[in-house]
C-alpha cells in the first residue's frame, strides 16, 4: 500500500492523471488513497464483487426480519437533479435554494453548515470543526479536508483524571477555516451569499459576527477582531488560547482511506477521525463470517469490540504520533481477530487485549449529504462538542467553543499543543466501478461508526434497500463498557434475550444516530433523513 504523507484528493478507478493546466495542477495535487480491500462475503458462498444472493433459508429470514423490525421510511425525497438530506427541515431550505440558484454542492454545504449552527447551536457552529469527504465529477477525484480542533500551544493535561473545563476544554475551533477552504478550491458562488440565510436566520451577537465572517471570511476569525475578542475572552477565564494559535491553524487535505468492500469502493476518513480505521476493521473482519445466521448481531458486535479495541489504543493525530494503518488494516491482523471470535459466545474485551486510554468521545453532532445538479458529491459531518451544549461562550460573539480537549485521552492520543484529538466522526462517500452512489454519515459519538457500519452491510451484503437499512434496529459494541447497546422501543426482545443468552452484557437506551444520506441510481436520487431525527430530505 501507498501512503501519500501530504495528499488530498484521488483517482479512484486508478485511472491515468489528467493533463492540467498549471493552475489547475496547483489546484488540484492527486494523490493515492489508502486502500484496503475485504471480501464481503457473509456467508462464504458469493465471490468478491458479485451481488449477494438472496438467503431463504427459515434461519437467515429470521434474522433478516429481526434487523427490519420496526423499520420505517424517515423523510425521503425523490429527485432528478440534486437532493440534500440534514438534520433540520430549515437547513435543507437553505441547500435546496442554494442549489437550485445553481449553486453547486459545496456552496449548498457551506450555507447549509452555517445555518445548522444557528438553528442548532448544540451540534455544530463556529466555535467547532468537522471532516469533509467529497467526490469531484470533473475529474473523478475523491477528497477529504481535516478541520478539527486542535489544542493550544500552551496546553496541558489537567492533573490526575480531572477534566478539562471552561475555556480550557476548547481547542483552537477549525470550523469557519474549514467551510473557506473547501469553499476556496471547489465554491462557485460568492462566500457572503452563502452566509446570508444564517446571518437572517441568527440574532443580536451571532448576527454580527456572522455578518463579519461574510464580508471578511475567516481571516477575521484567526487574524482579525474576532481573534482578538477569543483571545481575550479565553485567557481571561483561565484557557490558553493566544493570537498566534489562531494563525497558525490550519485545515488539512488528506488521503482519503478506501476500503474495497463487495465490488464497491467505500471512500472515508483518515486519522484522527475514526471512519477508516473503524469502518476498515469491521468490515474486512466481519466479511469472513457466515453472517446469514441467527448469531448475526453477536456476530457483528464481536467485531466492533475489536476494532474498537485498536481505535482506542492506536487513534490519534498522525501529525503526532505515526498510526500503522496498513498494518491494523491488514488481511493477516482481521484473520487473526476473526479467529479470536467464538461464534456462540461472548469474548470479554480484558480476554483479547489490554486496551488503550479511552475518552468518553462528543456525541453531539450533525452531518449532511448533497448530490448537486453536475454530479459532485459531498460527506460532510461537524461537531461543536458534548450534548450538554456546555462550551465556553464568547461574550460579544455569539460563539460558543468546542469541548475538544476533553476528547484526547492517553497514549498516543495525547494532548500536546497543535495536536488534533481523537475523533469518531465517520463520513462516507461509496463507489461502484468509479461512479458515486451513496453519501451518507451520522452523528452520535462512538457509536458513529458501528451505525455506518451496520447500515452498509444491509446494503452491500444484504441488498436490503436504503430507507429499511437507515429505519432498522441499530446495536453498538465498544471495548468498553463491555455491554451492547441497543435501541429501547425499536429492538425486539428476542434480540436481547439471543444476546443474554451468549453472554453479552446489554443497555438499552433511547434510540442513536441520525443518519443523513443520499443515493444515486443514474438520474435517480434518493435523499432520506433519519426517521429519528426532526430533519428533512430535498430535492428537485
Known amino acids: 500500500m501507498r501512503v501519500a504523507a501530504r495528499s488530498a484528493g484521488v ?3 486508478g485511472r491515468a492523471e489528467p493533463a492540467l493546466s498549471e493552475a489547475e495542477g496547483s489546484r488540484r495535487p492527486w494523490a493515492r488513497p489508502n486502500t484496503f480491500a475485504g471480501n464481503g462475503n457473509p456467508g ?3 465471490p468478491p464483487g458479485q451481488p449477494a444472493r438472496r438467503q431463504r433459508s427459515g434461519a437467515v429470514a429470521a434474522a433478516l426480519l429481526l434487523l427490519a423490525a420496526n423499520a420505517f421510511a424517515g423523510s425521503q425525497v425523490t429527485a432528478t437533479h ?6 433540520s427541515p430549515a437547513a435543507t431550505q437553505i441547500g435546496l435554494r442554494i442549489l437550485k440558484s445553481g449553486g453547486n454542492a459545496i456552496d449548498a454545504a457551506v450555507a447549509v453548515s452555517f445555518a445548522l449552527g444557528v438553528l442548532e447551536p448544540k451540534a455544530t457552529g463556529i466555535g ?9 465529477a470533473e475529474t473523478g477525484g475523491v477528497w477529504t479536508l481535516d478541520f478539527r480542533e486542535a489544542a493550544p500551544a500552551a496546553a496541558k493535561r489537567p492533573p490526575g483524571t480531572a477534566a478539562f473545563i471552561g475555556a480550557t476544554a476548547a481547542a483552537i475551533p477549525g470550523f469557519v477555516a474549514g467551510l473557506e477552504a473547501m469553499h476556496g478550491r471547489f465554491g462557485s458562488l460568492p462566500w457572503r451569499e452563502l452566509l446570508a440565510p444564517a446571518n437572517r436566520l441568527a440574532k443580536d451577537d451571532l448576527a454580527k459576527t456572522l455578518q463579519r465572517l461574510g464580508e471578511q471570511g475567516a481571516r477575521d476569525f484567526y487574524a482579525g477582531e474576532l481573534a482578538n475578542k477569543v483571545v481575550e475572552a479565553v485567557r481571561a477565564a483561565g484557557g490558553t488560547f493566544s493570537l498566534r494559535d489562531l494563525r497558525d491553524y490550519k485545515p488539512v487535505w488528506r488521503a482519503p482511506v478506501r476500503i474495497a468492500f463487495r ?3 467505500i471512500y472515508t476518513v483518515a486519522p484522527p477521525a475514526a471512519g477508516g480505521l473503524m469502518l476498515g476493521s469491521i468490515l474486512k473482519i466481519v466479511s469472513g463470517l457466515a453472517l446469514g445466521k441467527p448469531n448475526y448481531i453477536h456476530l457483528l458486535a464481536e467485531a466492533e469490540r475489536r476494532a474498537a479495541i485498536d481505535r482506542d489504543k492506536f487513534l490519534a493525530d498522525p501529525a503526532g504520533e505515526r498510526v500503522p494503518m ?6 493477516e491482523r482481521a484473520a487473526l481477530w476473526r479467529a479470536s471470535i467464538d461464534p456462540n459466545r461472548v469474548t470479554p474485551t480484558s480476554g483479547l487485549t489490554e486496551p488503550g486510554a479511552v475518552t468518553t468521545q462528543s456525541a453531539h453532532t450533525t452531518h449532511i449529504s448533497i448530490v448537486d445538479a453536475h454530479g459532485n458529491v459531498v460527506s ?3 461537531s461543536v462538542g458534548d450534548e450538554s451544549g456546555g462550551g465556553f461562550p464568547v461574550p460579544g460573539t455569539g460563539v460558543v467553543l468546542n469541548t475538544a480537549m476533553n476528547d484526547f485521552g492517553g497514549a498516543p492520543n495525547s ?9 469518531p466522526l465517520s463520513p462516507v462517500i461509496v463507489l461502484r466501478g468509479g461512479k458515486p452512489v451513496l453519501a451518507i454519515g451520522t452523528p452520535g459519538g462512538p457509536t458513529i461508526p458501528t451505525t455506518i457500519a451496520q447500515i452498509l452491510l444491509d446494503i452491500l451484503a444484504f441488498n436490503r434497500p436504503l430507507g429499511e437499512a437507515i429505519a432498522a434496529p441499530r446495536f453498538s459494541q465498544q471495548a468498553t463498557p463491555e455491554e451492547v447497546t441497543y435501541e429501547q422501543g425499536r429492538t425486539p426482545q428476542s434480540a436481547v434475550d439471543a444476546l443474554l443468552a451468549m453472554g453479552h452484557g446489554v443497555r438499552a437506551r433511547e434510540p442513536f444516530g441520525d443518519v443523513q444520506a443520499v443515493s444515486i441510481d443514474g438520474r435517480r436520487l434518493l435523499a432520506i433523513s433519519d426517521p429519528r431525527g426532526g430533519g428533512a430530505a430535498g430535492g428537485y
Open 128 to 136: 467547532g470543526g468537522g471532516f469533509l469527504i467529497y467526490y469531484e
Open 380 to 382: 460532510l459531518t461537524t
Open 415 to 423: 494532548v500536546a499543543g497543535g495536536n488534533r484529538p481523537a475523533s
Open 263 to 265: 465490488g464497491a469502493d
Open 44 to 46: 462464504g458462498e458469493t
Open 82 to 87: 440534486a437532493a440534500l438530506a440534514t438534520s
Open 326 to 331: 496498513s498494518d491494523l488494516l491488514s488481511d
Open 11 to 13: 483517482s479512484p478507478a
